[in-house]
Every structure is written in structure tokens, then in C-alpha cells.
């Protein structure tokens, strides 16, 4: 009965800083990593248009969300090598190295030229760039659970590793804002947006030297 008093009293234990610090930084980053990879699908289409333009709008469709199923192929790969790097190097550094990957991935991805200056390549690139998106995803999603579990109370493990599961529909639900948001601040400040698209901007600026 006395050797069961410990467990029993760290089980009831309030929280330290740091630990409430670690669930935090790991809902965060789950979240802006999920964020970053629905990004790509809530702008599927017109990642689509932009990348395999060659093809049919229906056509061109299809291989866009390919290139983004090519994420969720490679995830378990990405849980099995750096849940195997968190274990040898630590969960911190592993998470940090998930968050940069996907971080870098992303700003690649809205640099990258489009079919008409790169040709083929761009949608090779594109793909690859995603395949390292599930990558990070996959490890940074097992192994924020695991850092989670790690550092919560022992009674309150699964209520604290919940909050991971829960950031893929922040995820999407935070891309799905900043997306309406971005739109609704273009059409609303700049209503001759036609002119953004290669096939108008001729037609565009023989308007405006005309005036």
C-alpha cells in the first residue's frame, strides 16, 4: 500500500510550466503543419490550372489531386523514419526538423514557375515537394502524440493527446479562412484581377496604353 502512495500523488500532480508548454508548442505546430499540407488541396484547382496545363480542366483536376494523395502516400514512411530519428536524437529536434521541411516545402511550392516556363518539370517538382510534405506530416503528427504523451500528467494522457487529433480539422479549417480571406481582400482592392492571368495580361496592358 505505501509503494503505491507515490504513483498515486504524481498522478495527481498539477502541471508544470514546461509541460504545458510542450502540449501547447506541439498543438501549434500539428496544426500549421496540417494547415500548410490542406493548403494545397483547398487550392487544388487552381494548382491544376497552373501546373498541368496541357490538359482538360477535368483532366488537369485529377492529377492535382493526385499530386495531393502523393502526400498521404508517404506519410507512414515519414512516421516510421522520424518516429525512428525522435527516438535516437530526441522528440524536440525531430519536431523541429518536421516543421522546417514542411515550412520549406510550402514556400517552394508558391514560388515555383508554373507548366508554361519550366515545361514538365514543374509538376515533377511539384510532387516531389508534396511527397517531402507527407513526410514531414507523418512524423511530425506521430511523433507531437508521443512528445504529448510523454510530458502529460499520467491520469490525463489521453485527454491531452486528443488535442492532436484534433489539429487536422484546424488545419483545414485555418486554410479555408486565410483563403477567403485573401480573396476577399484581392477582389475587393484590386477588381481587375483578369489581369493576373498570362492570357489577359496582353489584352490588359493594350487597354491601359490606349486610355
Not at 22 to 46: K, R
Not at 52 to 62: G, I, L
Not at 163 to 189: E, K, R
Request: net charge positive; with cysteine; hydrophobic share 50%.
Amino acid at each position: 500500500m505505501a509503494a503505491s502512495t507515490p504513483d498515486v500523488r504524481d498522478r495527481s500532480r498539477p502541471m508544470t510550466r514546461e509541460e504545458k508548454k510542450v502540449i501547447l508548442a506541439s498543438s501549434a505546430g500539428t496544426i500549421f503543419e496540417w494547415y500548410d499540407f490542406y493548403l494545397y488541396g483547398s487550392l487544388a484547382a487552381i494548382i491544376g490550372a497552373q501546373f498541368f496545363t496541357p490538359f482538360p480542366e477535368a483532366t488537369r483536376n485529377v492529377f492535382a489531386l493526385l499530386a495531393f494523395a502523393a502526400g498521404f502516400i508517404v506519410r507512414p514512411f515519414g512516421a516510421l523514419v522520424f518516429g525512428m530519428l525522435g527516438d535516437i536524437v530526441g522528440r524536440k529536434y525531430t519536431f523541429l526538423m518536421t516543421i522546417l521541411i514542411m515550412g520549406f516545402s510550402t514556400f517552394i511550392v508558391g514560388i515555383l514557375p508554373s507548366y508554361h516556363s519550366w515545361g514538365v518539370a514543374a509538376p515533377i517538382i511539384l510532387i516531389i515537394l508534396r511527397m517531402l510534405q507527407g513526410l514531414a506530416l507523418g512524423g511530425e503528427y506521430g511523433g507531437a502524440a508521443v512528445y504529448v504523451a510523454e510530458h502529460a500528467p499520467q491520469n490525463q494522457r489521453g485527454y491531452f493527446t486528443a488535442f492532436i487529433q484534433t489539429t487536422a480539422t484546424l488545419g483545414l479549417l485555418l486554410s479555408l479562412i486565410v483563403i477567403l480571406m485573401v480573396q476577399g481582400y484581392v477582389n475587393g482592392n484590386f477588381p481587375t484581377s483578369r489581369c493576373w492571368t498570362r492570357q489577359a495580361s496582353r489584352f490588359c496592358w493594350l487597354t491601359a496604353h490606349r486610355r
